[in-house]
């Protein structure tokens, strides 16, 4: 294992992959990848017992680990998939956004139909 780390790929600007050379032929079962908001850990079990750390460390950012996962590829190695949490709140900014804009525009539609209403009632009186 020559241990190297990096992080190789970026799929867009806010989701991170951190790429870590494991043994070749270590399984995913050997392998425990903790995920926290700020810290992350890859422990690697031993035969004979026990377990190596990989990789512990303090994140820069923070990450949001129900939407952070990790995966064994053969020739990578251990790929960690890392959604920060800027991110979420940037999602839900523009789903607030969304929600509001919704709002408005049905605010909006409901002016029109009020509007067409009292037309309809000025022109066939109201019964």
């Known amino acids: 294992m020559n241990g190297s780390l990096s992080w190789s790929r970026k ?3 806010e989701i ?3 790429a870590i050379k494991v043994p070749r032929g270590t399984s995913a079962k050997a392998l425990t990848v903790r995920i926290e ?6 422990r690697l079990s031993l035969l004979g017992g026990g377990s190596e750390v990989l990789l512990s460390g303090r994140l820069a950012r923070g990450i949001i680990p129900g939407d952070s996962t990790w995966t064994m590829d053969k020739d ?3 790929l960690i998939v890392l959604q920060p949490y800027l991110a979420e709140q940037s ?7 969304r929600d ?16 067409e209403m009292r037309e309809l009632e000025k022109q066939f009186g109201h019964p």
């Open 76 to 78: 990578e190695g251990c």
């Open 37 to 42: 908001p700020r810290h992350l850990e890859l």
């Open 100 to 115: 509001l804009a919704m709002k408005e525009e049905g605010r909006f539609l409901a002016a029109e139909v009020e509007k």
């Open 16 to 18: 991170k992959v951190i």
């Open 11 to 13: 799929w867009n600007s």
């Open 91 to 97: 999602r839900q900014e523009e789903m607030r956004k």
